[in-house]
């Protein structure tokens, strides 16, 4: 599902499960898997999905299996979104299609996130599944969305195309199909010649306020599950 290869101190993670890449159990066990690895191997990090795919959130049949369930894999899920935010390497997002969901929230965590032209779709869409935004949630779609479009993403579910995406600030650059694992290496490799105690000291210190908060929100979660 999620497949690592290594080139020029380049980690590469391409998700690909042959549909929509959702996040499962398995799904998270494998990114962590792979984060620790490319912590002891690498000096960047990319995060790829398949063609015309980066992610179409969570894995629906886990939320069919009833509430505890469901409760497992958002906690899990939000674990991983946390870990990939406070990443100490450089992480960029190759987003090869449609983000959704928790697709996006990846890409939201990611420090550069390159994304393709097309006919694809970028959409929080909590609000149009009944959905509220833990802090979890709410403190990545602030901290990367530009203030301008928080409202139409997070409380009106809109759904963006690649050109709105790069607007309203869920990427950062566009580019054509056939260039985007490139130009994510270029970004890559450009990035892991900063010095790595620095990059990793001040993206912690520049999201601390928004780590403490999303960490507090998921030790809520986790405690009320509990009880």
């Known amino acids: 599902m999620i497949n690592f290869t290594l080139a020029d101190q380049v980690a590469t993670l391409r998700m ?14 494998q990114m962590n898997e792979a984060l620790d690895r490319a912590e002891k191997e690498a000096s960047a990090v990319i995060i790829a999905g398949r063609d015309n795919m980066f992610s179409g959130g969570f894995d629906l049949n886990e939320f069919a299996k009833g509430q505890d369930a469901a409760l497992r894999l958002v906690q899990g899920g939000f674990a991983m ?3 990939l935010y406070r990443h100490p390497q450089p992480l960029i997002a190759a987003c090869s299609g449609h983000a959704i969901a928790a697709g996006s929230f990846m890409m939201l965590c990611c420090d550069t996130r390159i994304a393709v032209r097309g006919d694809f779709k970028h959409r929080l869409p909590e609000t149009a599944l009944g959905m509220n935004f833990p802090a979890v949630l709410g403190e990545l779609a602030a901290a990367r969305l530009s203030p301008r479009f928080l409202t139409a993403a997070v409380i009106q579910a809109k759904t963006f195309n690649p050109e709105e995406a790069l ?9 054509e199909p056939a260039a985007l694992l490139q130009r994510a290496q270029e970004e890559a490799v450009l990035l892991s010649s900063l010095p790595g105690d620095a990059y990793a000291r001040n993206k912690l210190d520049c999201r601390q306020a ?14 009320s599950s509990i009880q």
């Open 16 to 29: 690909d499960d042959g549909k929509a890449n959702v996040v499962g159990h398995a799904f998270i066990q």
């Open 81 to 83: 979104l946390l870990r």
């Open 167 to 175: 607007i309203a600030g869920f990427v950062d650059e566009l580019v």
């Open 210 to 223: 928004s780590l403490q908060r999303m960490q507090a929100s998921l030790d809520d979660m986790l405690a």
